[in-house]
């Protein structure tokens, strides 16, 4: 199956770790993508590969593996960082692409 | 620095055809590890992927929509375009026009995909 399951929602105090995850078996071979959605705006690429940041992105997010799970997990979370989040991956038979149903974070 | 200016119909009516263009700018259009893709966002049901064509013309689809779905890629404008046949009041969203990129991690035989460059994006609203 290519699909990827998250969580529909996690909330966070702010400053504290928060840990948003997504399982699927394309996981086994690839790394996840892990975009920021909001309205009115492009999703922003947060982390991408192993464990790489774009340009611009703080060090709080980072990101592990683990079997067929992908984690990003925010260190220190800020308000800014509210939003969907949505981990992708490619299929690597068909070559296609599936997104995660995304995970909605609120940082009280 | 790479641009992706997208533009198109925004209004359509139930079983008409959406149509809508990608220009590239600033950047290779012919580079083979570019992957000029379609994604929409739908209110409810969140990112989705539509697909994707090579500058060679070598499309994939998301095998929900295939049989409405066509992208493709004029390499002399350098420019991409959805076509997307039958649209219906559920196909209303916005959509992005989008550069994937590929990478292959060749010594563990590991390898990820993600969009890099987005444009503004198209709210589409079906009308029935």
């Known amino acids: 199956s290519s699909e990827l399951t998250q969580a529909p929602a996690v909330s966070v105090a702010l400053g504290?770790?928060?840990?948003?995850?997504?399982?699927?078996?394309?996981?086994?071979?690839?790394?996840?993508?892990?975009?920021?959605?909001?309205?009115?705006?492009?999703?922003?690429?947060?982390?991408?590969g192993k464990n790489q940041r774009p340009s611009g992105i703080p060090d709080r997010f980072s990101g592990s593996y683990s079997g067929n799970t992908a984690s990003l997990t925010i260190t220190g979370a800020q308000a800014e960082d509210e939003?969907?989040?949505?981990?992708?991956?490619?299929?690597?038979?068909a070559g296609h692409l599936v997104f995660g149903g995304g995970t909605k974070l609120s940082v009280l | 620095q790479v641009r992706l200016q997208q533009w198109g119909a925004g209004l359509l009516k139930s079983s008409e055809t959406l149509?809508?263009?990608?220009?590239?700018?600033?950047?290779?259009?012919?580079?083979?590890?570019?992957?000029?893709?379609?994604?929409?966002?739908?209110?409810?049901?969140?990112?989705?992927?539509?697909?994707?064509?090579?500058?060679?013309?070598?499309?994939?689809?998301?095998?929900?929509?295939?049989?409405?779905?066509?992208?493709?890629?004029?390499t002399s404008k350098n420019q991409f375009s959805l076509r997307f046949d039958s649209m219906t009041v559920a196909d209303t969203s916005v959509y992005y026009c989008a550069r994937g990129r590929l990478t292959t991690i060749a010594l563990v035989n590991y390898y990820y995909f993600y969009f890099d460059v987005w444009g503004k994006g198209t709210t589409v609203t079906v009308s029935s």
């Open chain 2, 19 to 74: 149509t809508l263009t990608c220009a590239v700018y600033g950047g290779s259009f012919t580079n083979p590890n570019y992957y000029w893709s379609w994604i929409r966002r739908t209110p409810g049901r969140g990112l989705e992927w539509i697909g994707e064509v090579t500058h060679r013309g070598s499309g994939k689809y998301n095998p929900s929509l295939a049989s409405r779905v066509t992208i493709s890629a004029d």
């Open chain 1, 83 to 93: 939003g969907d989040y949505y981990c992708s991956s490619r299929d690597s038979g």
């Open chain 1, 16 to 48: 504290q770790r928060v840990m948003i995850s997504c399982q699927g078996d394309t996981l086994r071979v690839s790394y996840a993508t892990w975009y920021r959605d909001r309205p009115g705006q492009a999703p922003l690429i947060v982390l991408f």
